[in-house]
């Protein structure tokens, strides 16, 4: 395969994380929406190639971002978890987004799955037809394709999730510090209205 990622392919077939040490899985500078102060925090879990998770950004998450998030009543986090070769092109890709468009690079990535999404490396091209209507160039999206250390850091991510959350499928939740799965809005709101009030 052309790209550095070909390299860490084994890795997802195998499912082989340990060499991997988790060093930046979090920082301060993670990107977020809502309030950095906010007293409930949700981060979720994702694979762009999921469709569970396009489902929720496409039916629930626009409801928590006007609730919520627009309102400052909480912190959101987006954190990849790629359960395949092409749900990591995607996850690259949406980081070579500037920083303030990144949540909207994600929302793009899992709501046009269908036109993206193949049975062979034509994803590629697929991805970045994508990325560049969004406005990035050709030449920006393939050096981020062969970038290691962006591939690296969401590596370290998933890694992080797998040890320290038990996570195992997309979408997965973490509302302070516990771990919840895909869920309907309203069991969403209930969880966050009992920790804020």
Known sequence: MKYNIGKFLIIFVFLIFPKYEIINA????EIFLGNKDAKVTVIEYASMTCI????????????????????NKIKFIYRDFPLDKQALFG????????????????ELILSTQKKWITNDDTFIDKLKNIGKLAGLTESKINNCFKDEQIVDNIINIRTFAERKYNISSTPSFIINNKKYSAMSYENFEKIIENLIN
Not at 52 to 71: L, M
Request: aromatic share 16%.
């Open 52 to 71: 569970h998770c396009a489902n929720f950004h496409k039916d629930i998450y626009p409801k928590i971002k006007e609730n919520y998030i627009d309102t």
């Open 26 to 29: 979090k920082t301060n500078e």
């Open 91 to 106: 996850s690259v890709l949406a980081k070579c987004a500037p920083k303030e468009k990144y949540f909207d690079f994600v």
